[in-house]
């Protein structure tokens, strides 16, 4: 697994091929192969290479989604 501070994380964004994470209570989740983060946008609200913890509290739908996508690590300080 790995270990990556937020500003490292940001860029896993798109960007230059590079694949699509984000970050949920603390894990890293890779959302590169999943239809709905094409372009690295998700609803054209939410952005990969962020911590998305804030924000998936208040999403109509729930943190559950994420068992659909692997889990690769962790958000460190």
């Avoid at 964004?13 to 890779?30: E, S």
């Avoid at 939410?46 to 996508?69: I, M, N, S, W, Y």
């Amino acid at each position: 697994m790995i270990k990556l501070t937020i500003e490292a994380l940001s860029q896993y964004n798109g960007d230059h091929n590079t694949p699509l994470y984000i970050a949920y209570k603390g894990k890293i989740y890779d959302v590169s192969s999943s239809f709905l983060w094409k372009g690295g946008k998700h609803q054209v609200l939410h952005k990969a290479g962020q911590d998305l913890t804030e924000e998936l509290e208040h999403a109509p739908h729930g943190a559950d989604l994420l068992k659909r996508v692997p889990c690769i690590g962790q958000l460190v300080e």
